[in-house]
């Protein structure tokens, strides 16, 4: 089993000295790989740790192919790509890159592109960057008009709420399609909703094939409902949890009033003590706890009156007595065999005690104690007494499947004894690391010098000035006349409608015209059905001769390398430059200026500026988008 650690978080300048003996220890003790959100923890691990590969976090929005070789070309060798793919954008991912390819496939799901939201940080004070999200898609929500009316009944008040992830029905196509490794968000999760759903998983890949039971497997376990819409590219209402953000259940049947009267029909039989939930139209919630055995399905069952809190709808089976008897919930053990063999050395002057271990793939390790065994007719030390004591292996990887001992009567202390089986243990240990580092097989990808390929123009930045970044050409001119010596212009739109490709030599001009420097900024996300058309922009912003290019994905760079950009390049705020050590490997790259995290504070921002000569760009004043999506609750409900 690979063992993988979660590093993927944006790291404090203060953080980086612990950080990096932390990575030290991962590699000591025999981690394969890191999951990394900041460059900064890239840049130390293959200083510090170089035996750990590098694997690209979700919170890194890798949403392309380009991105994928971006992060090839820094040595990541696998990389989590953005939950909001298709299957057809993730199979043209792993078909045309060199590095491993990672799809989550079940779970929990932000609304979000991981790594671009800043709602929690902003309103809650939890940075989502920085592995404390507080949740706030989960909080309910009003959509008003311009004139403050609400426009949905009070109970869709979950429009920010996704379903869960749920891909079991896909994973031949994912196979298919040259996905690597599948995820299954389980962190705060019970352990016996992680052995569930890993369970189900593992089943559905060994026969190629998903059953009633693993459908019924995941249905059972904690949800919220669940979704494919995003591999299915079917974006809207129907992935959102709407009415409740907790768990669902398993749907078993419907509740109906008949006659003053509240039944359930049932489309499978409950044992006593189930928890049965009742979803209403209204969106309104009852729990009904079952005090019997019901075997009889699709036979209506009688629970109550309306008068006395009993309501139809939906109904969904919560919890049951026997909830752990899904598949994947078996009681099973993660530890390997070995097989003991006690002997005497007697190739040595002076005889002694060795103790082999050999593991069933027929590894094997000896380790030796200088106590010389003596005969003991009256109290040899049996089979028994050593399997005892060399099988006492509960805290280790190891569980003793067999013992052998020498012929004859002797006596061996349990201290011996004892001594032996620890020193077999560490010598096993040992083995196992070593030959996994040895077996861990190294991927074809080469990291290249970036430095190289990307454009070294500069702008002079003399003394401090105000930008504006604006979106539209009256906009700009506003700007300019309320005395902006900077315009950033462009970037992400609403509903991603694209800029008639004259607009910018227009602002190119105007900028000009009143010495003003003029920035053009690329979107947050591009995803790969985007990048032909977004070219032709890229080109149209090129040709319009701006004095610089703001970008605020990392793979713009290899763009502008296409279409020989020769001018400055500005780091903007959606590359997530968090402290000194990321902002270097950005300088290392050419860029003109930075415009950090717009998450640090005061105090972060001042030691960022004494770590660099180059210019920070700090935003001061206007809206900030809290998050970008796929999914439009305007459209999706309206």
């Not at 130390?44 to 070789?69: C, E, F, I, N, Y």
């Not at 259940?249 to 006593?272: D, R, S």
């Not at 005090?291 to 939906?314: C, I, T, Y």
């Not at 800029?499 to 009143?514: F, G, N, T």
Request: charged residues 20%.
């Amino acid at each position: 089993v690979s063992v993988y650690v979660t590093v993927n978080i944006l790291i404090g300048d203060s953080e980086l000295s612990a950080l990096e003996a932390y990575l030290k220890d991962l590699e000591r003790i025999g981690v394969d790989a890191i999951i990394v959100q900041d460059l900064a923890v890239a840049k130390l691990a293959q200083r510090v740790a170089p035996k750990l590969h590098l694997h690209g976090s979700t919170q890194m929005t890798a949403a392309t192919l380009d991105a994928v070789r971006f992060y090839e070309s820094l040595g990541f060798t696998r990389v989590v790509l953005a939950r909001e793919l298709s299957l057809a954008e993730i199979e043209h991912i792993c078909k045309n890159c060199t590095a491993e390819i990672e799809v989550f496939v079940h779970g929990a799901l932000c609304v979000c592109y991981s790594g671009q939201c800043l709602m929690s940080s902003f309103i809650g004070g939890r940075s989502g960057n920085r592995g404390a999200c507080a949740q706030p898609c989960r909080l309910p929500y009003e959509l008003l008009d311009s004139l403050g009316t609400s426009l949905l009944p009070k109970h869709e008040a979950y429009l920010l709420s996704p379903k869960d992830l749920n891909y079991s029905e896909y994973m031949n196509e994912l196979v298919a399609a040259g996905v690597t490794s599948f995820k299954v968000e389980g962190r705060m999760k019970k352990v016996s909703y992680v052995r569930q759903v890993i369970g189900t998983y593992r089943h559905i890949l060994d026969t190629a094939h998903i059953d009633s039971t693993d459908a019924d497997a995941l249905a059972s376990g904690f949800n919220r409902g669940f979704s494919t819409d995003y591999l299915t590219d079917h974006v809207g209402k129907s992935m959102m949890t709407v009415v409740a953000p907790n768990n669902q259940g398993k749907l078993i049947g419907k509740a109906e009033v008949k006659k003053g009267q509240v039944h359930l029909y049932l489309t499978e039989p409950i044992e006593k003590g189930s928890l049965l939930k009742v979803m209403q139209a209204s969106g309104s919630i009852t729990y009904y706890q079952i005090d019997q055995n019901w075997s009889l399905v699709n036979e209506k069952h009688f629970v109550g009156k309306p008068d006395e809190g009993f309501a139809a709808g939906q109904v969904f089976l919560a919890s049951t007595p026997k909830s752990q008897k899904q598949r994947g919930l078996q009681d099973f053990s993660a530890k390997l065999e070995v097989h003991g063999y006690l002997s005497i050395n007697t190739d040595r002057e002076q005889p002694c005690t060795n103790l082999t271990f050999v593991l069933n793939d027929g590894r094997t390790v000896t380790v030796s104690n200088e106590f010389e065994p003596v005969y003991a007719n009256n109290k040899p030390t049996s089979l028994e007494k050593v399997t005892d004591q060399v099988g006492r292996l509960g805290n280790t990887l190891f569980t003793l499947a067999s013992m052998s001992i020498p012929k004859g009567p002797y006596m061996w202390p349990a201290s011996v004894l004892n001594a032996l089986r620890r020193d077999a243990v560490e010598s096993l240990e040992t083995l196992l690391i070593t030959d996994h580092e040895t077996a861990w097989a190294e991927l074809a990808v080469e990291p290249q010098d970036m430095s190289s390929m990307v454009a070294k123009g500069k702008v002079q930045y003399s003394e401090p000035m105000v930008s504006a970044r604006v979106d539209e050409l009256e906009a700009v001119k506003a700007a300019i006349d309320g005395g902006a010596k900077k315009i950033i212009f462009g970037g992400d739109r609403l509903q991603r409608k694209p800029y008639e490709l004259s607009i910018y030599e227009q602002v190119a001009k105007l900028c000009k015209d009143h010495n003003v420097l003029c920035v053009f900024a690329t979107p947050r996300v591009v995803k790969d059905d985007e990048v032909k058309a977004y070219m032709n922009t890229l080109k149209a912003i090129v040709e319009a001769k701006p004095d610089s290019i703001s970008i605020h994905v990392p793979q713009a760079l290899l763009w502008l390398r296409d279409l020989g950009y020769t001018g400055a390049i500005e780091a903007d705020t959606g590359l997530n430059i968090f402290n000194g050590s990321a902002l270097q490997v950005w300088e290392d790259l050419h860029m003109s200026s930075i415009a950090p995290s717009l998450e640090l504070t005061l105090t972060q921002l001042v030691s960022l500026q004494k770590s660099t000569n180059l210019p920070l760009e700090v935003m001061v004043h206007g809206y900030t988008e809290m998050m970008i999506s796929e999914y439009c609750a305007i459209a999706s409900f309206v």
